[in-house]
């Protein structure tokens, strides 16, 4: 179940992320949001839920700041562990 887009900023750059209270993991494109990224030993393909699959490089820690439509901060930090690299 999708809850609503967050607007979320890592270091100084505004992203939108689609939060997913439903999904079974995390997955970013963009790996300068990885503050801690390891190569998988074997690539994971994740299917989404438009039956598009993709292929999993890596897993890591990404840190955000989460923010309200409105652009009110609504929590300093939010850490998101065991996130999977999916190369654009």
Known sequence: MVNHVMSVSSSSRMKFWIVDSGATCHMCNDVK?????????????RTLGNGCA???????????????????????????????????
């Open 54 to 88: 993709l292929e999993a490089t890596g897993q890591g820690t990404v840190v955000l700041e989460i923010a309200s439509p409105s652009g009110k901060t609504i929590a300093s930090r939010c850490d998101l562990h065991e996130v999977l690299h999916v190369p654009a």
């Open 33 to 45: 949001l990885f503050v801690e990224l390891r190569s998988l030993n074997q690539q994971m393909e």
